[in-house]
């Protein structure tokens, strides 16, 4: 049967639950268990795809093309499965349901209510993942923090389920923080004793605690932690600072979180963790050879978790390349022809992100237009795909005009341009072309080079395409389409022959990438990043001694 395991968090957001749900998935799944996660989120938005990334960070695609919480990434990356649209539940999508039901008339007259209706529609979905007990575990992560007025309904499912389940297939773990008081220099406790409170007052008392600190937590105040919160003192789990968050497992293992776990769950059939993969993983991100700096344009580049999967891209494709990739972030709006070589001449790459409408669009294009030129590997995803096209237009073609119709509706030459599906659309909510779809390559192309494959699978989330009536002039002048649709024809990869990397890809290569599985386009991208920074060192030795010798 399968067991159910709860994820709280109190005193403050941010304390990274999503992380400590992730790591005790993959040493429950490391020690030969089958385990998913699930997200339930308290907003009223239907799903995070309306949310602007300044409010949640980056919205996460799945292969059946949900938008989500970009937590689900992490959750893909730790355990390299994938997950659904059935992962991630908010209040809105509880509700919509709820409403939906009523006006078809299935409450049968009745007053529908927080209780029983929204929350028997809560505990329905925190179930529905382990119905045909496809998982040995299902882990909830319940969004926000106990105490806020939105997550009471979530909070009283639990307490209910806690009734409705045996006793043995439900435990409920708690994250708080421990503050470390430097003028006192003292850990507080009473943050947590009180978070604690609060949710024993809401009906659910917490199996395991584990407090987010700074510094080590001693057995006194571990014992103070369990005594005035009612747990184990073995319950009491320390989460310490980590210098990745691939550390966190291995942290968790130390403090043996899942051990404590499978005791509570009373599950036998468990084996010694494997994570030989995981510690070569980490042990390559920790000593690398080589180090590269890559170039981040988007709109939100202040903002880190807007490109979370990104990121952790490039964590996992410089584990492979064992090299240290500093990702560096680089502002659009300020980059003009005549300042390029002084913004964008100290990287070894560049990556133009993802994103949606006007601003910083014209310095892209320059940016791109200097990778071109001077032979620095450019990788362009979705957004930054489009923006290639449209330099390349400008630049090659001579098509001064060139634009995409989402920033110019009335361009004279749109080479990049709505899908007919999309001119339909009224709505935003969930609209755009997203998930996965096939995408077959060409052979002798870099894209193939890369893939090692004639046909992938790869996630999208866009509203527009490259343009198919200018696709004979682009190949005509050298920029070639290495990847389409095989059931629509619609463009999926751009390349350039006379180019060390030059590649765009109208689909999201990032939201694939594992731990176990990283991105091929990342690590190959990241591979001629460091072939660039050796040849451009060799360069410059070269040129002092050549300088010397005259
Ligand atoms: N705004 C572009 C489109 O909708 C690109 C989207 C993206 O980068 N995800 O097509």
Redesign the pocket.
């Known amino acids: 049967m399968t067991k159910y395991i709860f994820v709280t968090g109190g005193v403050t957001s941010s304390l990274g639950k999503g992380i400590i749900a992730a790591s005790l998935a993959k040493l429950l799944q490391a020690r030969g268990l089958s385990v998913t996660i699930q997200k339930f989120d308290p907003y009223i938005n239907v799903d995070p795809g309306t949310l602007n990334p300044y409010e949640h960070g980056e919205c996460f695609v799945t292969e059946d093309g949900a938008e989500t919480d970009l937590d689900l990434g992490h959750y893909e990356r730790f355990l390299n499965i994938f997950t659904s649209q059935q992962n991630n539940v908010t209040t809105g999508r509880i509700y919509q349901t709820v409403i939906n039901k009523e006006r078809a008339g299935d409450y049968l007259g009745k007053t529908v209510q927080v209780v029983p209706h929204i929350t028997d529609e809560i505990k329905r979905r925190m179930l529905s993942l382990g119905k045909d007990n496809r998982y040995d575990i299902v882990i909830t992560e319940i969004g926000g923090t106990v105490g806020d007025i939105e997550s009471l309904p979530f909070v009283e499912a639990v307490r209910q389920l806690q009734w409705d389940l045996p006793e043995e297939n439900c435990l409920v773990v708690h994250l708080t923080l421990i503050p470390y008081l430097r003028a006192a220099k003292e850990l507080k406790t009473k943050p947590t004793q009180h978070s604690v409170k609060m949710l024993s007052q809401e009906g659910v008392h917490p199996d395991i605690i584990v407090c987010r600190t700074e510094k080590p937590l001693n057995y006194e105040i571990r014992r103070k932690i369990a005594q005035f919160c009612n747990v184990k003192t073995e319950a009491v789990i320390e989460a310490a600072d980590a210098p990745t968050i691939y550390e966190v497992p291995l942290l968790m293992v130390r403090e043996k979180l899942d051990l404590i776990c499978l005791q509570k769950l009373n599950i036998t059939n468990y084996r010694e963790p494997e994570l030989g993969y995981w510690k070569e993983f980490l042990d390559r991100i920790k000593y690398p050879r080589t180090s590269v700096t890559v170039g981040l344009i988007g709109k939100y580049v202040e903002l880190q978790d807007a490109y979370k999967s990104i990121l952790e891209a490039f964590v996992h494709a410089g584990s492979v390349n064992e090299c240290k990739v500093n990702v560096v972030n680089v502002h659009s709006e300020h980059i003009t022809v005549d300042n390029a070589h002084e913004k964008l001449g100290h990287l070894d790459g560049l990556l133009v992100?993802?994103?949606?409408?006007v601003r910083g669009i014209e310095g892209k294009i320059v940016a791109i237009q200097y990778a071109r030129e001077v032979g620095l590997p450019f990788f362009g995803?979705?957004?930054?795909m489009?923006m290639a096209v449209i330099e390349y237009a400008r630049n090659v073609l001579g098509l001064k005009h060139a634009h995409?119709t989402?920033m110019d509706k009335s361009t004279v030459d749109p080479v990049?341009d709505m899908m007919e599906e999309q001119k339909k659309v009224t709505k935003l909510g969930a609209t755009?072309r997203l998930g996965a779809y096939p995408c077959a390559i060409a052979p002798n192309t870099l894209a193939h080079r890369i893939y090692k494959a004639d046909l992938i699978s790869e996630r999208h989330?866009?509203?527009?395409?490259f343009n198919n009536s200018y696709r004979e002039a682009f190949e005509r002048a050298g920029l070639k389409v290495s990847g389409v649709n095989p059931e629509t024809d619609l463009v999926e990869i751009v390349e350039l022959a006379d180019h060390p990397f030059f590649i765009g890809v109208q689909y999201?290569p990032e939201l694939k990438s594992t731990v176990e599985r990283p991105a091929p386009l990342f690590v190959h991208f990241i591979d001629a990043a460091r072939q660039y920074s050796e040849k451009r060192s060799l360069q410059k030795v070269m040129g002092t001694a050549e300088g010397e010798m005259a």
């Open positions: 992100a993802p994103g949606f409408g995803i979705c957004l930054g489009q995409s989402e990049i755009m989330r866009h509203r527009w395409e999201h």
